[in-house]
């Protein structure tokens, strides 16, 4: 039996096993280092985004807590942590638009 290659260190990995791990991640975005929760993987015309819990973020009520997306490729030096998180409880893994393409999600 010949054993398969491992798949490349891309960040489209790195989110996906984070995903089914249930890890933070840690990347730059727009000149800010940013920890997120990754909840979902999708396609939105050929482009791969993720949508993600900020825990960062302030938020005025546990109500109003929700996924933000992020382009993949505006997120650099991405690399998965060792702090795991709870998805959220009423996150709506429905897609942010209708043609968008579910790859993975919690």
Known sequence: ???????????????????????LIRADYNGTEVRLAPHQLFDRHGELYIGAFNPAKAWRSEEERRLGYFKLKGLRALELTDEEFAPLEQADIALPREEDRLIFAV
């Open 1 to 23: 039996m010949q054993q398969s290659e491992p798949l490349p260190d891309t960040a489209e990995r790195k989110c996906l096993e984070a995903i089914a791990r249930r890890l």
